[in-house]
């Protein structure tokens, strides 16, 4: 595709509920990243893919939080048990190599957890 | 992990003055430094970057100086415009992370 796509584009979930969020990087990009953007605030580090592989999980707040990307292109984010603190815009960004090439970023899913 | 501060949080100039944004970062591992742009409901858009064996990178009216041995980084933009105002983040990436500080709300006066 020509750019980093996500959907849902927003979610309504019940306190409880579970969600999967979607992320359709750059076809042919390596990275991919996924953020944590509450409002009035920057981007925070969740997790870090490289092809298939995880290699870093170290921003994902709980164990409610699980991402997998298991054909090493399109992802998935799920929030298990949502709690209203989940409640954010999340953003996926994707680059075409490790290190130091440009990230592009999805348009984002903004959750709401009601 | 990587920590990125970023300030101030918040600039307002007159349209034509320049605006001056620092980060600091503290994992001597990073390497690249990307500075993006966001609007209002917007994605982030990258407006300009600098790799680490690099000093300093200049685009029209935007630069950006890195200092290694400081671990700082600053966006300079000259000649605002009130269609320059929105959210910049800076951020620092090492091989499997890129972190983000906490914004920078710029806002142009006509």
């Known amino acids: 595709g020509a750019g980093v796509s996500q959907s849902p584009r927003y979610k309504v979930a019940k306190r409880g509920q579970d969600v999967a969020l979607r992320c359709d990087p750059i076809?042919?990009?390596?990275?991919l990243f996924w953020y944590q953007q509450a409002l009035g605030q920057g981007p925070e580090f969740l997790t870090y893919?490289?092809?298939?592989?995880?290699?870093?999980k170290s921003g994902l707040p709980s164990d409610r939080f699980f991402a997998e990307r298991p054909e090493g292109s399109v992802s998935t984010l799920k929030i298990q048990r949502t709690q209203q603190e989940d409640s954010a815009v999340y953003l996926c960004?994707?680059?075409?190599?490790?290190?130091?090439?440009?990230?592009?970023f999805g348009q984002g899913t903004r959750l709401t957890v009601v | 992990g990587e920590n990125v501060e970023q300030h101030p949080s918040t600039l307002s100039v007159q349209e034509g003055d320049s605006a001056v944004i620092k980060c600091t970062y503290s994992?001597?591992?990073?390497?690249?430094f990307p500075w993006y742009k966001q609007e209002l409901g917007k994605r982030p858009q990258l407006i300009i970057d600098?790799?680490?064996?690099?000093g300093e990178k200049k685009d029209q009216r935007i630069a950006v100086t890195l200092n290694k041995t400081a671990k700082h980084f600053s966006l300079h933009i000259t000649e605002t415009q009130p269609e320059d105002s929105a959210v910049y983040f800076c951020a620092a990436r090492d091989t499997y992370d890129m972190r983000f500080g906490a914004g920078t709300r710029l806002t142009v006066k006509p």
């Open positions: 893919f490289q092809n298939e592989a995880q290699l870093d």
């Open positions: 960004a994707s680059s075409f190599t490790g290190g130091n090439t440009e990230a592009f």
């Open positions: 600098i790799r680490s064996n690099v």
């Open positions: 076809s042919g990009h390596v990275s």
């Open positions: 994992d001597s591992a990073s390497n690249y």
